[in-house]
């Protein structure tokens, strides 16, 4: 018993007592003065239960009446109830869908053991013109895997692209070369077999091989007895020692693994990402000072003079995930904007609706009940509509995510293979559910529990004007100015995205098909196999019926890779120390077969082979940089450092410079025959274009070609140029797509709000309306009436938002191209738009109101 | 001798009206719960009895949300009791229902008899 009740208890006695004194003070004997006492008071266990039962559970049980109530009068509403419940279902699951994908890209840790000490360690010199990923070149790599203590273990892996051959048709996988320690670092163990051994990290001893589970299911039938057998991967053969477990494909959707063994070449670094498990105890600074220090304690080399690397150690999540953490977050903020409007739209309604029920509260007020009481009774009605709304959210959100990965650019976007919705989507729809309640609930809620009672009992069942008409405009110039942002931001994508598209970007190959081929150095070891190859299939393309011309090139505009490099100018030169160019290998007939124009001296030949003079041909920017007041036909450059006297190539043509990358800006390039590249590395990695004649299709007999040439070499990327066009710009093309999907959106609910508000404004005016036109005002000026009030309405919201858009349009600069955030001409646009449809959703009131007859309303209303 | 007159004109009382009727009996000062039932009963001629079922929980609650503080004392016969006193808060509530109580009254009273009222007029 606790000492409340020991309370009740005695206060209990005291009625009593104080009652039977009572009646015997008046004459009773005790005994009738007790039973009477007893009788009036009623049942003591009774009275005493009821009372204790204040305060405790009250709460909840005033929660449950007011969701009962709530309930009844949201199904004596069925219209207002479907339209606030389909807007908010629309806008919380658009907002779940998006939270999913952010959840699992940037917020989920990272499927690894204890993920927050993994690491990615970089030196890498800056101030560069391109960014390069985080990563460790390969000498300081094996300088800092012997010496490093603040981490446990570090490990080094490359993302590499492998043909696997022998086993069904030929396929190019993407894998992954990884040091022994790679799966030790991660915390991962392979589920069949076994981790590289520190030997397999040792040239010569690299051939073996890791499958991933999706892997050997698909290809291998999930054979255990896989251990021990021997694949074929670009030619060479492997022994299967290990198959990870499911769902590792680290980095990057890999599927094989093959061990990192590091041979140092006396020309070259190579650089890779290394990532690190952090020691208990050690923090990222004392990784970062050490890993300077090992660095700083290494021979320089003098070819690296006048670059600063940087030590940086940096999450490893981060590295995975900071090119695509912005336009996420836009995206998210986007859709919370369309998630504000329905709101305002909500609240819109819940004022309509607050003015039809003022009797209703009126009464409940004179009946005893609290404002507080009121106000909390239609909190709960609203997030009860808000509940509902985020239950079918989620239905919502399962089909948009659906959406959103079908949309999502291939390969783009990382960990898009972990996106799933989960228990933390189901509590942040649940918490946004309840906060988009209170949010659009709340001004309503109080304005609904302030009526005086009179008021509405005197004024009986009768709607005159509007109650909470400025709020209701308030929520609607907020509504507009947000939709305003939206469409900015939509605008300026789509502004971005048709500059992009009308660009010209140095060819005219919408239609020429590509197919890249990539040489295993084992059948192909060396430049005069490799060059036989491509000539038996420019020779074999060149006959396929339809293909009006054909080429070759070594990394074609609008591919993944580039090779850059500097090269050397006989006599003076005005180039600036570091100036790189493009250097793709090419093979006579290239130009014509893309459309890139000749604009001095000549294409190359069959006859620019080994053994004939050395040539080139060199881009526009190029010629004029070195050559301004000349030709540069005939002038001489080399590749080589310390050119000897057979180094030099003659120059032989000029062409005009293209676009290679997803920069989309013209790149100086020099074009070398690929009959005289002796490296196989500039060589192996090839791109036959084949330009088809007007409604011919070739894309079919180029696969065949190759199959009849080697039937062991896959074909990829075999598509036109205008799709690898897309593929480049197929992240900004996402971002505009969800953009504008979710501007229309606002511009849609924005459009309802205010067409909703006017209806409803014009319904409360039918009389002050029919007066005035019994006093001669004709529909047509009643129709300007109200067409005016729609237009301030959305002037003002339009002005509020373009100021919205000029503070905020600036996160969307990096997916810009070449338009400013601040794009005047964007800015018109949208907000032309967006009088458009406030004045098409205000036409239909305002034609109602025009419609209006004098004597009817007049007579309606006495 | 009292009569027994419930039963017949015993009026049931809504729970918001119960409040005020309570938080108006203590206006006259500090009273324990039997006192404040007596009071009930003699001051509207016998005709609101109130349930002690109704009446302890009402006074808790009202306690509750602050508008009457309790305390034990002694009564005069050496009765330990529970007193109840109107707070400041429990003053301006007391104000506030009965203007309410009020208008509602006037206004169901002009619902009854009609011919005593004018048509309102509208502004």
């Known amino acids: ?862 | 001798m009292p009569t027994n007159s419930h039963g017949l004109s015993r009026i049931e009382l809504l729970q918001g009206t119960l409040d005020l009727i309570i938080l108006q009996t203590l206006r006259w000062g500090p009273r324990h719960g039997y006192g404040i039932a007596q009071m009930i009963r003699a001051s509207s001629q016998d005709v609101l009895q109130v349930d002690t079922g109704s009446l302890y929980p009402a006074l808790h609650r009202l306690e509750r949300q602050g508008w009457i503080a309790a305390d034990w004392s002694t009564s005069e016969n050496k009765q330990r009791v529970r007193i109840y006193t109107l707070t400041a808060k429990g003053r301006k509530q007391l104000e506030r229902e009965r203007s309410q109580w009020e208008q509602l009254s006037r206004a169901i009273g002009a619902i009854l008899t009609p011919a005593a009222t004018q048509p309102e007029s509208e502004s």
């Open chain 1, 1 to 862: 018993m606790s000492r409340r009740d020991d309370e009740i208890r005695e206060e209990i006695h005291a009625h009593l007592a104080l009652a039977i004194a009572d009646r015997m003070a008046r004459g009773a004997t005790r005994a009738e003065a007790e039973r009477a006492a007893r009788a009036e008071f009623g049942n003591v266990t009774h009275v005493a239960e009821v009372t204790r039962e204040v305060g405790r559970g009250v709460w909840l049980e005033r929660l449950g009446q007011d969701l009962r109530y709530g309930w009844r009068a949201l199904r004596r509403t069925p219209a207002f109830t479907t339209v606030a419940v389909a807007t908010l279902a629309l806008a919380i699951g658009a907002n779940s869908a998006v939270f999913t994908v952010v959840n699992s890209v940037l917020l989920a840790p990272l499927p690894f053991r204890d993920p927050g000490r993994l690491y990615a360690a970089s030196y890498l010199p800056t101030g560069l013109p391109f960014e390069l990923p985080p990563g460790l070149d390969d000498r300081l790599y094996l300088e800092y895997r012997a010496h490093v203590s603040r981490f446990e273990q570090v490990a080094g892996y490359q993302r590499q692209a492998l043909t696997l051959s022998g086993a069904g048709d030929a396929t190019r996988l993407a894998g992954a070369l990884a040091s022994s320690t790679f799966f030790d670092v991660l915390g991962v163990q392979p589920a069949l077999g076994r981790a590289f051994t520190a030997a397999e990290d040792q040239p010569g001893n690299e051939r073996v091989v890791i499958l991933s589970d999706g892997l050997w299911r698909t290809r291998f039938n999930g054979d255990r007895g896989i251990l021990g057998a021997t694949i074929t991967l670009d030619g060479v053969p492997r022994t299967v020692v290990g198959v990870m477990p499911r769902g590792f494909t680290f980095p990057a959707a890999s599927q094989v693994w093959t061990p990192l063994a590091v041979r140092l070449d006396a020309g070259n670094s190579f650089i890779f990402p290394v990532v690190g498990r952090l020691r208990a105890g050690a923090t990222p600074e004392q990784a970062k000072s050490e890993l300077a220090a090992i660095a700083r304690a290494m021979p320089q080399d003098p070819r690296a003079a006048g670059f600063h690397p940087t030590a940086a150690i940096i999450p490893l999540k981060d590295t995975l995930t900071s090119h695509v953490r912005t336009s996420l977050l836009v995206l998210a903020g986007a859709v919370a904007f369309v998630l504000l409007i329905a709101c305002a739209n909500v609240a819109n309604l819940l004022l309509i609706r607050a003015a039809t029920r003022r009797h209703e509260m009126a009464v409940r007020v004179a009946l005893g009940a609290s404002r507080g009481r009121i106000a909390r009774q239609l909190l709960t009605e609203s997030v009860l509509i808000a509940l509902i709304g985020g239950a079918l959210g989620i239905l919502v959100a399962f089909a948009g995510v659906r959406a959103l990965l079908a949309m999502a650019p291939a390969g783009r976007i990382p960990r898009i293979g972990e996106v799933q919705m989960n228990g933390w989507v189901l509590l942040f729809t649940l918490a946004v559910s309840v906060i988009t309640g209170i949010l659009f609930g709340v001004v309503p809620a109080r304005s609904g529990a302030r009526r005086e009672p009179h008021e509405a009992l005197g004024q009986g069942m009768r709607l005159v004007g509007g109650p909470h008409h400025r709020l209701r405009s308030i929520f609607v110039t907020g509504e507009i100015a947000l939709a305003l942002i939206l469409l900015t931001g939509a605008g300026l994508m789509i502004k971005s995205f048709l500059i992009m598209r009308s660009l010209d970007i140095g060819y005219d190959a919408s239609r020429v098909v590509t197919m890249a081929v990539d040489l295993p150095s084992i059948a192909y070891p060396d430049a005069a196999r490799i060059q036989a190859f491509h000539t038996t299939m420019l020779e074999r393309l060149s006959r396929i019926p339809g293909a009006s011309a054909v080429g070759a090139v070594s990394f074609r505009p609008m591919g993944d890779v580039g090779i850059m490099g500097d090269f050397q100018v006989e006599g003076p030169s005005p180039l600036p120390h570091g100036y790189n160019v493009d250097k793709p290998t090419v093979s006579p007939g290239y130009f014509g077969a893309l459309g890139i124009r000749i604009l001095a001296g000549r294409d190359f030949t069959a006859a620019d082979r080994a053994g004939a003079p050395g040539v080139v041909v060199v881009s526009e920017t190029v010629a004029k940089q070195i050559w301004p007041n000349a030709s540069a036909v005939g002038r001489r450059i080399s590749m080589q450092e310390h050119p000897g006297p057979n180094d030099w190539l003659t120059v032989i043509g000029v062409v005009n410079d293209v676009v290679q990358d997803a920069a989309l800006s013209r790149h100086s390039t020099l074009y070398l025959p690929y009959l005289q590249t002796t490296s196989p590395f500039f060589l192996n990695h090839m791109t036959f274009v084949v330009r088809p004649a007007p409604g011919a299709s070739v894309a079919t007999a180029m696969r065949a070609a190759l199959r009849d040439v080697d039937p062991a070499v896959p074909a990829q990327a075999l598509q036109t140029m205008d799709q690898s066009m897309m593929e480049t710009i197929a992240e900004p093309v996402f971002q505009m797509r969800l953009l504008a999907t979710f501007a229309f959106l606002a511009l849609l609910l924005a459009a309802l709000g205010t067409y909703g508000v006017l209806a409803y404004d014009v319904s409360g005016r039918t009389r002050e309306i029919g007066l005035r036109m019994a006093l001669g005002a004709t529909p047509g000026i009643v129709l300007r009436m109200v067409l005016g009030r729609t237009a301030v309405l959305a002037l003002l919201g339009a002005a509020l938002g373009v100021a919205g858009s000029l503070t905020l349009t600036s996160v969307l600069t990096m997916s810009l191209f070449e338009v400013k955030p601040t794009d005047p001409i964007t800015l018109v646009a949208v907000t032309v738009v967006l009088m458009l449809a406030a004045l098409v959703a205000g036409y239909l009131p305002a034609q109602r109101a025009a419609g209006v007859r004098a004597l009817t309303t007049l007579l309606l209303h006495e």
